[in-house]
């Protein structure tokens, strides 16, 4: 397993180039099961998940082709071979699941593994199937898979989301596109990766209105067509290099960032002090005193805190001036990262799903685990202001939703490299 070390204390300058969304391309992928004829989607991260899902779709029979080292990536699901996706390739990455609703409208079946918990929480899958059974799918679980059938089709309907679930709203999303008749999602999900879904499954010939609004109307078609479409920012390696320059010094332009991805974030950041710029080619950040100040954040849906960048804040806060109180709302155990924060040199209590972060004025490098996605990155960027030497171990977690961190690190000055695993 691969180690990166980080070697704090050099201010940061120059442009970071952010990739497509990782949490768009997911669901924009297993969207080619919805037609026969080929869906291209171009700006695609490079990252360990798409190959995941490039897997997973191959084993359903999808014909996947990545060109320009992975940033086009050309599907076509003329002939499928299967409906089942297996246990093996979904409890690596839950967004698997997302087949689910595609299949059911395309086969009227589906045979799809639950994922099982993760680092962060147990992640159950009942939204996701109360709202299928809302559209007329029968849905069973027998020896950890959800069998699932559709007799005679899915047919629109009113399905309101107890929770307004991503991973929920884009199944019964992709699924209404050809279910017969109308379906309005209530409570929806807001996020712009659903906007970006959307707008992908409008091109196909699907009839939507609503998307990034709390209601969504679907009119059913029969059926949907090929289509090529740009993957959208990723407002969370956009947030994630944001706070590189506020925890190391320094001044960063975050290339293809707008400020629309990134509202609730960027609020909390200027109430912390920090400046942020919109340019014609991204947004610049930096730090107007040699600290930012403690602010208090809770993470909610979107337009509200974005979970995922809840450790990268968390690990800026362990710099700030002050006390701030940091409520993870939507995952049960998303505070991994404390601990190892902490052997750093930072102050924080956890009770629950509070934590609350005394800033310190420097913390020290130490060797440092990953444990999922998000966790991973915020211990780099703490790396990037401690005095002396970070190792992050097990940085394959990071791999799944970043492209080449040290590159894009080290190429705006942060001394950071990557030590090939044993
Ligand atoms: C998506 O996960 C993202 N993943 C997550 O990003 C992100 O943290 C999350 O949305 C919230 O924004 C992808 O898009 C691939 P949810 P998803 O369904 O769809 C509970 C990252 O780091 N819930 O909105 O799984 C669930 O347990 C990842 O990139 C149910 O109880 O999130 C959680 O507590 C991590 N029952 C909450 O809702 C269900 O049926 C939010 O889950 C579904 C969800």
Do not use: W
């Amino acid at each position: 397993m691969d180690s990166i070390i980080v070697r704090g204390g050099r201010p940061l300058s120059g442009q970071i180039a952010i990739a497509g969304a990782k949490n768009a391309a997911l669901t924009l992928m297993p969207a080619t099961l919805l037609c026969e004829e080929p869906l291209t989607l171009t700006n695609a991260p490079r990252l360990s998940d798409i190959r995941t899902m490039t897997q997973l779709l191959q084993s359903l029979g999808v014909e996947v082709t990545a060109m320009q080292g992975g940033k086009v990536v050309a599907m076509s699901s003329h002939g499928l071979t299967s409906t089942r996706a297996d246990y093996d390739i979904v409890r690596k990455m839950r967004a698997s699941n997302l087949v689910l609703g595609p299949l059911l409208a395309r086969e009227h079946q589906a045979i799809v593994s639950l994922p099982g918990g993760c680092a962060i929480g147990a992640r159950p899958m009942d939204i996701h199937i109360s709202a299928l059974e809302a559209l007329g799918a029968e849905i069973e679980l027998k020896d950890g898979y959800l069998h699932a059938v559709a007799r005679g089709g899915l047919k629109g309907a009113v399905v309101p989301l107890r929770f307004a679930s991503v991973g929920a709203t884009e199944n019964v999303l992709m699924a209404a596109t050809l279910a017969k008749g109308t379906t309005v999602i209530e409570n929806a999900a807001r996020e712009p990766e659903i906007v970006d879904l959307a707008s992908c499954l409008r091109k196909m010939g699907a009839q939507i209105e609503g998307d990034g609004t709390s209601r969504i109307e679907i009119q059913g078609v029969d059926r949907l067509h090929g289509a090529t479409h740009a993957v959208v920012t990723d407002r969370i390696e956009l947030g994630t290099y944001m706070l590189a320059p506020v925890i190391a010094g320094g001044e960063v332009e975050c290339l293809g960032g707008r400020l629309s991805l990134v509202e609730s974030f960027v609020a909390k950041l200027q109430e912390a002090g920090i400046e942020v710029t919109e340019t014609d080619l991204g947004l610049k950040v930096r730090c107007l005193g040699d600290r930012p100040k403690a602010v208090d954040v809770t993470t909610e849906p979107f337009p509200g805190f974005p979970t995922d960048l809840q450790a990268q804040m968390m690990a800026m806060l362990c710099f700030a001036q002050g006390t701030s109180v940091l409520e993870e709302r939507i995952f049960e155990n998303r505070f991994m990262h404390a601990p190892e924060l902490m052997r750093m040199g930072a102050r924080i209590d956890v009770h629950g799903g509070t934590a609350t972060v005394h800033g310190v004025d420097k913390m020290k490098g130490a060797q440092v685990m990953a444990t999922d996605l998000r966790a991973s990155v915020s211990l780099i960027l703490a790396g990037l202001a401690a005095e002396g030497e970070t190792q992050v171990n097990r940085v394959y977690h990071l791999d799944r939703g970043y492209e080449h961190v040290e590159e894009k690190l080290g190429a705006v000055g942060a001394q950071i490299e990557r030590i090939q695993g044993q």
